[in-house]
């Protein structure tokens, strides 16, 4: 599979989604030697960090709600979160193991008080932009691969908005992690994404190019 043309999307493959971490996914630091594995073969690579002020409007204990509860916030349904990736803290950090030399970009998101984002593209109003779009377009991009965490929250929005914005959408099956809160919320977001024309590949099938 030729990716030199195309961009890789890093998701989140932070401390905090990685075990020890505050919203640690299981086996979520099994991505990390895939992702740095297959890297260095994309034209492009973006890495997005989670990145939330102190006070986050997705963070249970601004509510006093309990984490996994969802809240309806300005018409959009919060699930809350515990604290995770505030800015500049050791959870918000990428995994140390992570080879960030192949890394063109870092995209910063939700790091409105008021707004969560889950994808890299879009924070989760649908409507104000990251800037990430405009900058693969730029740069004649049309296809993407994404991998990261977590599966079924900011892998699954970022892909659902990749499709959307036209580029050819492929999810790395093997360097991706999931929550799966509620339970069954990966196998739905996989079905949806691939419903929507995401197409997923074994990291074994860019290795072999
Ligand atoms: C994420 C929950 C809250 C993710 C971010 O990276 O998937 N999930 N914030
Ligand atoms: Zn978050």
């Not at 905090?16 to 740095?36: E, H, N, R, T």
């Not at 960090?49 to 006093?64: I, Q, T």
């Not at 908005?161 to 739905?188: Q, S």
């Amino acid at each position: 599979m030729d990716t030199t043309h195309a961009a890789l999307l890093i998701i989140d493959v932070q401390n905090d989604f990685c075990p020890g971490g505050a919203l640690a996914v299981a086996g979520g630091d099994s991505v990390v030697p895939v992702i740095s594995a297959v890297a260095p073969g994309f034209g492009r690579v973006i890495a997005t960090r989670d990145w939330h002020p102190a006070g986050h409007v997705s963070f249970a204990s601004r509510h006093g709600h309990d984490v996994g509860s969802t809240a309806s916030i300005d018409g959009i349904d919060q699930m809350m979160w515990p604290d995770h990736c505030v800015q500049g803290t050791r959870g918000a950090e990428f995994h140390p193991d992570l080879d960030i030399r192949p890394i063109d970009l870092i995209v910063h998101k939700g790091t409105s008080v008021d707004l969560d984002s889950y994808s890299g593209f879009f924070e989760n109003d649908h409507s104000t932009p990251t800037g990430l779009e405009p900058y693969l377009k730029g740069l004649g991009i049309r296809e993407v691969f994404v991998c990261g965490l977590a599966t079924d929250y900011c892998v699954y929005f970022t892909a659902m908005d990749a499709v959307k914005a036209g580029f050819t959408t492929r999810v790395i099956a093997d360097a991706v992690r999931g929550v799966d809160l509620p339970d069954g919320n990966v196998e739905r977001t996989i079905g949806d994404m691939k419903s929507a024309g995401v197409e997923f590949i074994d990291s074994a099938t860019i290795r072999d190019r």
